[in-house]
């Protein structure tokens, strides 16, 4: 999903760049939530064996 340019209706200028590092943080977060668990998927898949 992109971003913006401009910040939310309401905001100043550094109030938006403040959501949008906030926004850009928490994407981050679930990316690096969503790959530990593909990672440890396929760990007990292979401990599982075939």
């Not at 550094?14 to 760990?43: H, K, N, P």
């Amino acid at each position: 999903m992109d971003q913006p340019d401009t910040p939310p209706a309401g905001l100043t200028d550094d109030q938006g760049v403040v959501v949008g590092s906030v926004y850009e943080a928490v994407t981050e977060l679930a990316g690096e939530r969503q790959r530990t668990s593909i990672e440890e998927a396929a760990f007990d898949n292979i401990w599982r064996g075939p």
